[in-house]
């Protein structure tokens, strides 16, 4: 399954700004075993007036973006990231991309949401698909999400992101479950 992004318009600068500011302030508090492989420093994401990311490609200029874009999932880091970035874009330039992502058996957006809500303090973040809002009020899932981040005593982080890999499959699973039964 992969995840396909729609280019309707370019952001407005103000937008991009904020945008790239959004994601540099996201991946210096992503751990970083989290950040795209090979990438040290958040400037690296950025070339011009494009991202570029872990299988996605993002710019303000019209014409450097393919008017559709699958995404194709990588490793369960890589798109806790990419998942991270697309809620961002989808926020920070409203009217610039749909974003349409068969979540039946994918992770969905409850995580990559209340991580970016509380380590950016944006509570208006939304997702650009549905939420199951149980998980967006489980208070077991905001706790390790709130610790997952980078730090001088990181220690927890293994443990927090196999707890975030565990919620991602049993959420797609309830997902699954809840669409049989529908």
């Known amino acids: 399954m992969s995840t396909t992004v729609y280019f ?38 950025f070339a011009g007036c494009a991202f570029a990311g872990a299988g996605i490609r993002l710019s ?13 999932p ?52 939304s997702a650009p698909g549905d939420v199951d809002a149980a998980a967006m009020g489980d208070s077991s899932i905001r706790l390790h999400l709130e610790r997952y981040r980078d730090s001088l005593c990181n220690a927890e982080i293994p443990y927090h992101w196999r707890v975030i890999t565990w919620m991602d499959e049993v959420l797609s699973q309830r997902r699954k479950l809840t669409q049989r039964v529908a």
């Open 74 to 125: 990588g490793n369960e880091a890589s798109d806790f990231f990419n998942r991270l970035v697309l809620i961002l874009i989808h926020n920070l330039c409203p009217g610039c991309v749909r974003i349409e992502r068969e979540l039946s058996s994918q992770s969905g957006w409850e995580q990559p949401l209340l991580w970016l809500r509380h380590h950016l303090q944006r509570p208006a973040l």
């Open 8 to 45: 309707d318009a370019p952001p407005s600068q103000d937008a991009w700004i904020d945008f790239t500011l959004a994601v540099t302030e996201m991946f210096w508090l992503l751990p970083a075993s989290a950040r795209p492989a090979g990438i040290d420093a958040a400037g690296q994401l």
């Open 60 to 72: 303000s200029w019209p014409a450097d973006n393919l008017p559709v874009q699958e995404i194709v």
